[in-house]
């Protein structure tokens, strides 16, 4: 579905004349800021044609139920803005109260028109992510996939590593490169699961992190004024004189001496052989996890960081990597922290049991939910992550949890759905759409 100024006022129309019903998923991008690959325009609506077909594909999402959205706010992009074969709104991007006045039209007509549809943000640029959580997530059925599905994902493997290297979350030290949306979003949410399941509370695992930002290390007296997601995580036992020396990834690392290396920062290989060596002489199993895509955008090659530490690493990627051969003839295959382990699971949870609105909570439950789900043979092997070819199981397990999370919250709006876990992962399990192909067609031909 196209959205655009133009149509400012007929949002409602245009979805009521698609002529879809019992809508469960819609994915919403203005191509701001696609991957690695920034403002796209409406260039970037690929994105939730992709979400959506993941959707269906690993949740069993019903792909008449399923629908992508771009909504054309133009583009900062001059080779966009030049080019008389690019289809979108050929305009600067729109004004914040422009901007925002579309984006209440679109949520308003979903709600009106849909009523029990998910809505999904995806790859909305920094200056309005943060703020278009805040403005929208108490009110209706939505999430962000960047601050709240990566956050997810990658605290559920984060939690796994930690197991694996007998290190407590007090007791690492997380050198964070990039401090935008997902960098924040992975912050919070390892701080949260890491409360639930290590029994402290999540500002003492706030401060175990270090976020490096264009400017090096985020603090509280480096002199200049933060964006308002960044002051959470500002370290506050820096002085001046200390932040004036911290001012690159290389730097920081020197200072901190992390044991855990997260990379988010999209602009490509910066975790080099010197750092990583260095996370390696503080702890015997560092936790390494060059997470930008796509793969140009990674902060390491794992091959390497696995040559780097003889093996020792534990590392998940954002992008797939192949497995590495060590001289020793052991084989280690990397994991790949992908959103895809965790939004099919929430939307299909979340359009079973509809709430009014999503709380973390239901966030955190599909973290440990995945969590749980890596069995002790993966995690000997190395494995952060269960197999992602069980992905409709995986799905089927998050929805689950995310349903019995929203129970207990009080916030299921389907009381017909089963309390009990089994018995409700039967009724999940039904739900799931699988395609139906016959075996044998016949096609006649009349001549």
């Not at 609506?45 to 077909?53: A, F, M, N, P």
């Not at 992508?68 to 050929?90: A, F, I, S």
């Not at 959580?133 to 493997?157: H, P, W």
């Not at 590495?324 to 929430?346: A, C, E, H, K």
Request: net charge negative; with cysteine; charged share 20%.
């Amino acid at each position: 579905m196209y959205l655009s100024k133009h149509m400012k006022g007929q949002f409602a129309h245009v979805m009521k004349d698609m002529h879809y019903h019992d809508v469960e998923i819609i994915v919403i991008t203005d191509g701001s800021r696609i991957l690695g690959l920034g403002d796209l325009g409406s260039n970037g609506v690929g994105i939730s044609i992709g979400k959506t077909s993941l959707y269906v594909a690993g949740a069993g999402i019903h792909p008449m139920r399923a629908i992508p959205v771009v909504m054309d706010c133009g583009t900062n992009t001059e080779k966009y803005l030049t080019d008389k074969n690019y289809l979108g709104t050929r305009e600067k991007r729109l004004a914040d109260e422009t901007f925002y006045s579309l984006m209440d039209e679109f949520m308003e007509g979903v709600k009106e028109v849909w009523p029990t549809a998910v809505i999904q943000f995806e790859d909305f640029s920094n200056n309005h992510c943060f703020d278009m959580l805040e403005r929208y997530q108490n009110k209706y059925r939505c999430f962000n996939d960047d601050i709240q599905g990566t956050g997810a994902v990658v605290a559920a493997g984060f939690m796994n590593a930690i197991r694996i290297s007998n290190l407590p979350p007090v007791q690492q030290r997380v050198v964070v490169f990039g401090a935008g949306s997902a960098a924040v979003g992975v912050c919070t949410n390892i701080a949260k699961l890491g409360a639930r399941l290590y029994n402290t509370s999540v500002e003492e695992v706030m401060k175990i992190f270090y976020l490096v930002d264009t400017k090096g290390l985020v603090t509280t007296t480096r002199g200049d004024k933060l964006a308002a997601h960044k002051v959470p995580f500002a370290r506050t036992d820096v002085t001046e004189e200390q932040s004036k020396t911290l001012t690159d990834l290389l730097s920081v690392v020197k200072f901190v001496k992390p044991t855990a290396l997260l990379g988010l920062g999209g602009v490509g290989p910066v975790f080099t052989e010197e750092i990583v060596k260095i996370a390696a002489a503080a702890t015997p199993r560092p936790i390494i996890f060059p997470l930008s895509n796509p793969t140009s955008k990674s902060e390491c090659i794992p091959e390497d960081a696995y040559k780097w530490t003889d093996g020792k690493a534990l590392i998940a990627s954002g992008s797939p990597f192949p497995s590495t051969t060590l001289s020793d003839g052991r084989v280690l295959t990397p994991s790949q922290g992908n959103n895809l382990y965790v939004f099919p699971g929430i939307g299909l949870g979340c359009a079973m049991c509809m709430p009014d609105h999503i709380p973390d909570e239901l966030l955190i439950a599909a973290s440990a939910s995945l969590n749980t789900l890596t069995l002790p043979e993966h995690l000997e092997a190395g494995m952060l992550y269960p197999p992602l070819k069980d992905i409709h199981a995986i799905s089927a397990n998050i929805a689950t949890d995310v349903i019995l999370e929203a129970m207990r919250l009080g916030i299921n709006k389907a009381p017909e759905l089963p309390t009990e876990r089994a018995a409700l992962m039967e009724v999940v399990k039904s739900r799931q759409w699988v395609p139906h192909y016959p075996e044998d067609i016949v096609i006649e031909v009349n001549e």
